[in-house]
């Protein structure tokens, strides 16, 4: 009988190496990375406005600046901003040629379109977002094997992708063994309990990100269990089964291990509850 820990890892192990496809972006909510993810291009693109406020060169702070034009986020601030003026700009616009500090609308006031600065702790390059700030071209932005959440779809977007490499989901399946068992929500025959533990187990999948693609019930005969393993086996990367595995005469699914192509790789582990667990692989 092996521990808690070493039967983890005797399941890590043993798993194979999920095939890589590509998915859209906006598909790939928990998925798995399946290489590096490369940032294609700087982000942000280009030297950007923090905040609402005005555009300056450093050295003019002290004076009264004429404002001449605005910014707005998308605009391309193709023009340079000559010494001893002010440039409206909002969060987002391209910080014009010449200009090396935003100051924000409320630290300022603007007089007949003449812009008076109040701001004594303003240090230079304040409230600008430099080009590849957040990321440079060339630099890993996910590592392979990161849990796509949605900040992490976000963050894909914002870099202008829309197809990555992530690692299939596996095809679950599930088998429910026991002659006993009655569906949820008709009447509960005499001797009878209610079947939960598949409903338990689809729950615990979707929490991580997955669905079973199957799921079957079957009473506790030897050749039913049989054939619903092999069968189960063969469509599906994971079979998960509950219950038939400990040694009494109605447990069939311990007894279906001993056919050539399944392989045990470990029958029950030190733990209370859940002592009778088995863990085997189908084929070669």
Same mark, same amino acid.
């Given at each position: 009988?092996?521990?808690v ?26 998925? /798995? ?14 030297n *950007? ?9 450093? #050295? ?5 600046l ?21 440039r409206?700009? !909002? ?11 935003? /100051?924000?609308? #409320?630290?300022?006031?603007? @007089? ?6 109040? &701001?004594? =702790? ?20 996910? *590592? ?22 992530? !690692? @299939? $989901? ?6 429910v063994?026991? &002659? ?45 269990? =049989? ?7 063969? &469509?599906?990367? /994971?079979?998960? =089964? ?8 109605h ?15 470990? $029958?029950?582990? @030190? ?5 009778? !667990?088995? !863990?085997? @692989?189908?084929?070669?």
């Amino acid at each position: 009988m092996i521990s808690v820990h070493e039967a983890q890892e005797l399941v890590l192990q043993h798993i194979l190496p999920a095939q890589a496809v590509s998915l859209p972006v906006h598909d790939a909510l928990g998925y /798995v990375l399946a290489q590096d993810l490369i940032a294609p291009a700087d982000a942000p693109a280009f030297n *950007q406005s923090a905040m609402d406020g005005y555009a300056i060169r450093w #050295e003019d702070r002290g004076k009264a600046l004429p404002i001449v034009g605005a910014v707005a986020a998308g605009d391309g601030a193709e023009q340079p901003l000559e010494p001893g003026t002010a440039r409206r700009i !909002f969060t987002g616009g391209r910080i014009p040629e010449g200009a090396d500090t935003v /100051v924000i609308q #409320e630290h300022t006031t603007n @007089k007949e379109n003449v812009l008076y600065i109040d &701001s004594p =702790l303003l240090q230079r390059g304040a409230n600008i977002r430099l080009k590849g700030s957040q990321i440079q071209a060339g630099a890993v932005a996910l *590592q392979r094997g990161s849990i796509l959440t949605a900040a992490g779809i976000g963050f894909i977007a914002a870099m202008g992708m829309t197809e990555i490499a992530v !690692f @299939k $989901h596996p095809r679950i399946g599930i088998i429910v063994t026991g &002659s006993e068992l009655v569906t949820p929500g008709t009447p509960l025959t005499r001797g009878g309990t209610y079947e939960s533990n598949s409903v338990m187990l689809m729950a615990a999948l979707r929490e991580i990100g997955f669905t079973a693609s199957v799921v079957r019930r079957i009473a506790d005969e030897q050749a039913l269990t =049989l054939a619903a393993m092999q069968e189960m086996a063969e &469509s599906c990367d /994971v079979v998960l =089964l509950t219950g038939g595995v400990s040694v009494g005469d109605h447990d069939h699914v311990a007894g279906s291990k001993s056919h050539p192509d399944f392989t045990t790789i470990f $029958h029950k582990v @030190k733990q209370k509850p859940g002592k009778p !667990f088995l !863990f085997g @692989k189908y084929g070669h």
